[in-house]
């Protein structure tokens, strides 16, 4: 019998440690994410903020502040959602931080944070960071209407953290960059150090959508005017710390708007009489071309005249076609003779019917 009391109270006693040790480790959790009623900043289509947040009030849940040296000369914010763990996985097995050391640039990824998400936690987010050290985390909800807080908050962080680097790149995080010929795009785009600069896939005379069952819905209240400003596309675009800090600087002054590239580079923009420079050659829309890309690296040896693109979904594109790359820098690759879109022919699937699928051959061009 006292046996039987003497293992009882030792069982409860470690139950009792092992309550304690959980309940530390979600306060420890706690820590890093602070899920402050106002910072829960999740508007809905009919009750959007009129303003920027005051950032006073604005708190890095991660925040790898010395990432860039003082031998930095670029840096690369990427846009992340906070589940996208496979395509920032893509993106370091493409380049590893030494590799990219190499080429004095430096890798931020920007994101909010997501207690509702179902696949990725805030502690697998920490891990990430300590291991990479790479993960600047706002304190600010994942959501679609919010990545202007994301895109501002990267503006910040590049001009409070790495004001010594000559050119920041902006990016997201689906779409594929040709790594190894960013140096030379930067050399002959000549990005200056003290004067606003802009380069990117600019877009023009674009008009805001009326209709309200469209994703890119925008109301008479939230933009009254009919036209859009000019402004170059968030998939990729380059500028400096001078820029980054002038359009964090304006936008605490101005209305809130959700369409975030539309808003930083093209109305605030605008305001700071940014002239953008265009630079949609080194672009393709489709996914498709960059996946010709890599056929034609592997059969033919023929070299990629493409710089950036969509992924397409495919979040290991970016790691595949830089891979491909690398072949083609190892064979000396000659030049094309024909643009790649001229000669790319790929298999479109389209569901008809009841869902069963058909293949067919058609050109990108």
């Known amino acids: 019998m006292y046996a039987k009391l003497f293992y009882l109270i ?22 890093y994410v602070k899920l402050i009623e106002e910072h829960d900043i999740e508007p809905s289509s009919n009750d959007l903020p009129q303003k920027l947040y005051d950032i006073l009030d604005f708190k890095y849940v991660l925040n790898n502040k010395s990432l860039c040296t003082a031998d930095t000369e670029t840096l690369i914010l990427v846009t992340s959602y906070f589940g996208n763990v496979e395509a920032r996985s893509a993106m370091r097995r493409a380049f590893s931080r030494e590799e990219l050391d190499v080429m004095k640039i430096k890798r931020a990824f920007l994101l909010g944070i997501a207690p509702s998400d179902k696949y990725t936690s805030q502690k697998s987010v920490l891990d990430e960071s300590r291991r990479f050290g790479d993960i600047i985390q706002g304190s600010f909800v994942e959501a679609y209407r919010n990545l202007t807080y994301k895109h501002t908050m990267g503006l910040r962080w590049a001009e409070q953290h790495c004001s010594n680097v000559k050119q920041v790149i902006k ?30 896939y ?14 890119w819905f925008v109301t008479q209240e939230e933009y009254d005017l009919s036209t859009y400003p000019p402004f170059v596309s968030g998939w990729f675009y380059v500028t400096n710390p001078y820029t980054c800090a002038n359009l964090f600087n304006i936008s605490q002054s101005m209305k809130y ?7 930083i ?11 953008h420079v265009d630079i949609k050659a ?7 071309i960059l996946e010709c890309c890599i056929n034609d690296i592997r059969s033919k040896n023929l070299r990629c005249d493409i710089l950036i693109g969509p992924n397409g979904g495919k979040t290991n594109l970016f790691y595949d076609f830089n891979t491909a790359i690398g072949i083609c820098n190892l064979n000396l690759c000659p030049d094309r003779t024909v643009p790649l879109d001229k000669t790319c ?21």
Request: aromatic letters at 8%.
């Open 282 to 288: 080194n672009f393709t829309l489709h996914s498709e």
């Open 257 to 263: 708007f959700w369409i975030d590239d539309t808003l």
């Open 265 to 275: 580079t093209g109305i605030l923009a605008e305001k700071l009489s940014i002239q």
């Open 10 to 31: 030792i069982a409860t006693f470690a139950v009792s440690i092992l309550i304690v040790l959980y309940y530390s480790s979600l306060q420890s959790e706690e820590i």
């Open 171 to 200: 990016m997201d995080d689906d779409i594929v960059v040709n790594v190894e010929k960013i140096p030379d795009l930067l050399k002959s785009l000549g990005v200056p150090s003290s004067k606003n600069f802009i380069a990117g």
């Open 202 to 215: 600019v877009l023009r005379n674009m008009v805001p959508i009326r209709e309200p069952a469209n994703k």
């Open 345 to 365: 022919i790929v298999k479109r699937k389209e569901t008809l019917g009841r869902g069963n699928p058909i293949v067919e051959n058609y050109r990108l061009s």
